[in-house]
């Protein structure tokens, strides 16, 4: 998916005529995302649990997608 995203800014900036490079984030430093976002999104699922906040959880969920899918991306990285 990053891959992607910088191709596509890329041509972007070609037909812009701009020069804007995008980081390209090592397996580390997604593995590190990974993990940050798995724990602050279980932990906001377990508040919304407990304090009845719907919206707390829904973030939490948001985080525990997220660290999937940078799982996803990781693993994708390596191949």
Known sequence: ???EVN???G???KA???AVTLPNPSSK???TA???NLVVGAGLVA???IFSSKWCAALGGIGVISSVV???ENSNKRT
């Open 1 to 3: 998916m990053v891959k």
């Open 7 to 9: 191709q596509v800014c």
């Open 11 to 13: 041509k972007l900036n």
């Open 16 to 18: 812009l005529g701009i």
């Open 29 to 31: 430093t997604l593995k």
């Open 34 to 36: 990974m993990v940050c």
């Open 47 to 49: 508040t919304g649990i």
């Open 70 to 72: 940078l799982q996803k």
